[in-house]
């Protein structure tokens, strides 16, 4: 009785070079940061006045269709503000009001189109998008200001521009400086420094 033996090879791993999986070392360039977050600017609110404006003349057409169908009684809206305006008499100071008005929309139109979207977050120093918000710089001062000698408390607050810090200390003269250095380094991270005021309250002096 006669067996066959069959030789296996070993599989040997296969080997990617970085550039294959697009590592660090394939020599491709970062992707490009996204652009920073912004805030919807006027649009919300001019969005919500015609949403308004929509349902009233929606609700005006639906009383005047039911008047006219006989479901409910009373005069219709529409014709009650038509009769109103009839027999009205051209008069000076409709054309300066409707000029006024007419630039009026006019702007409007263009600052919800054109306007400056706001912006309620600091980026970082960083090759991708990375941004916090202002509360979170307040925190990040606060720490850093508690971790100075003679630092018995911290309070923060910040925006984009500044950071006031308030710190109740021992007295010692050096320790404002001192607090708004720690600040200001821990802060280095931030792509448009903000100013860093320090601000002494209460303490043992």
């Not at 929509?54 to 609700?59: E, S, Y």
């Not at 306007?115 to 960083?126: A, D, H």
Request: glycine share 12%; charged share 20%; aromatic share 2%.
């Amino acid at each position: 009785m006669s067996g066959t033996t069959q030789q296996t090879r070993p599989q040997q791993p296969r080997q990617q070079s970085s550039q294959q999986q697009g590592g660090a070392g394939g020599g491709r360039e970062p992707m490009r940061a996204a652009p920073e977050r912004t805030g919807s600017g006027a649009v919300p609110v001019v969005g919500v006045l015609l949403a308004l404006c929509l349902l009233a003349l929606a609700v005006a057409l639906v009383q005047h269709a039911l008047v006219a169908l006989g479901v409910i009684g009373g005069p219709a809206w529409p014709q009650v503000l038509v009769e109103g305006v009839r027999g009205t008499a051209p008069a000076t100071w409709m054309v300066p009001v409707g000029v006024v008005l007419a630039l009026l929309g006019l702007w409007l139109a263009l600052r919800v189109a054109l306007g400056r979207r706001t912006r309620s977050e600091v980026r970082l120093r960083s090759r991708t998008a990375v941004s916090v918000e202002p509360r979170d710089l307040a925190r990040l001062a606060s720490s850093a200001a508690r971790d100075v000698d003679g630092v018995l408390g911290a309070r923060s607050s910040a925006d984009r521009r500044k950071v006031v810090v308030r710190v109740q200390t021992t007295g010692e003269a050096s320790t404002p400086g001192a607090v708004q250095q720690a600040v200001a380094s821990r802060l280095r991270a931030v792509e448009r420094q903000p100013s860093v005021r320090v601000r002494v309250e209460g303490g043992d002096r």
